[in-house]
């Protein structure tokens, strides 16, 4: 029972990531599933969640616009189209659902 994300890396601001989440060992469509951020010295913050089914979708007011959440039950994968990345969206960033979390991948915005 796991999430793994990948898809980080280093990009000039501006510019577009898009991570993936795989789950495994359990149910992925059964739970809703979110991404978490944390950069050096802050706390954890909710970046996007969204719904079983994907029908709903929500995101944290600085990235609202820029980033979209969305998944494929079929192949049991979160994503997070990340588009015109600033600085300030540097951070590890998690996926979680069913209480899991996974270990994180970093995105680092700079010039």
């Known amino acids: 029972v796991q999430l793994v994300e990948s898809g980080g890396g280093l990009v000039q601001p501006g510019g577009s990531l898009r991570l993936s989440c795989s789950a495994s060992g359990f149910t992925f469509s059964g739970y809703a599933m979110s991404w978490y951020r944390q950069a050096p010295g802050k706390e954890r913050e909710l970046v996007a969640r969204i719904t079983r089914t994907g029908g709903s979708t929500d995101y944290a007011d600085s990235v609202k616009g820029r980033f979209t959440i969305s998944r494929d039950n079929a192949k049991n994968t979160l994503y997070l189209q990340m588009n015109r990345l600033k600085p300030e969206d540097t951070a590890v960033y998690y996926c979680?659902?069913?209480?899991?979390r996974g270990q994180g991948t970093q995105v680092t915005v700079s010039s």
């Open positions: 979680s659902g069913n209480g899991l």
